[in-house]
């Protein structure tokens, strides 16, 4: 049997949280989590640097055979939405450079995967997280996103929100019937 071993990344800007998982047949096992932070003083080539850096390094040390990345949150304001973009950008190309599979994913289906519902709270998914993964405690906000982006990936886009979305589909960030 060979291992899956999955990268999750939740792009930003200021800080991108990466959290890496296993998964064993149907069990999932954590592996590491944590931010890669960029210096809000520093010009926006530098910030993008700092995350492709950032994230091949993340790449070298756990070894992931496949990546998993959220999809940008399209926002009110138009220039951090590109911001976001660029972020993104960054982290999708270190994680093509490194000649990985990557996947991606809405907050919908993340939040679905993880807690069940589309509509979670960012604690909701922390502590969906914590329990998924049996940790002994929570990891900060970003790498709980991006370790449910990678439990997402593992169940397939589908996991505890597949029963709730039967027969529907995602458009636009919303479920069609």
């Known amino acids: 049997m060979s291992l899956t071993r999955i990268l999750g990344i939740d792009p930003g800007l200021r800080v991108t949280g990466f959290g890496v998982i296993e998964k064993h047949g149907n069990q999932l096992v954590y592996v590491a989590s944590g931010c890669i932070r960029s210096q809000e003083r520093d010009a926006l080539p530098a910030r993008i640097k700092t995350i492709f850096s950032g994230i091949g390094e993340v790449v070298r040390s756990y070894a992931p055979t496949q990546a998993a990345v959220e999809n940008v949150f399209v926002n009110v304001n138009p220039q951090s939405t590109l911001l976001l973009g660029q972020a993104r950008g960054a982290a999708l190309s270190a994680l093509v450079h490194a000649d990985l599979p ?6 919908l289906q993340v939040k679905q995967a993880v807690v069940g519902h589309g509509k979670a709270a960012k604690e909701q998914v922390q502590h969906m997280v914590v329990r998924l993964l049996s940790l002994s405690g929570a990891p900060t906000a970003d790498a709980a996103d991006a370790l449910a982006c990678a439990i ?5 886009g589908q996991g505890l929100g597949a029963l709730a979305t039967a027969g529907y589909r995602v458009r636009g960030g919303r479920l069609i019937g």
Request: with cysteine; hydrophobic share 35%.
């Open 102 to 107: 990557v996947a991606e994913y809405t907050a």
């Open 152 to 156: 997402c990936h593992a169940h397939g």
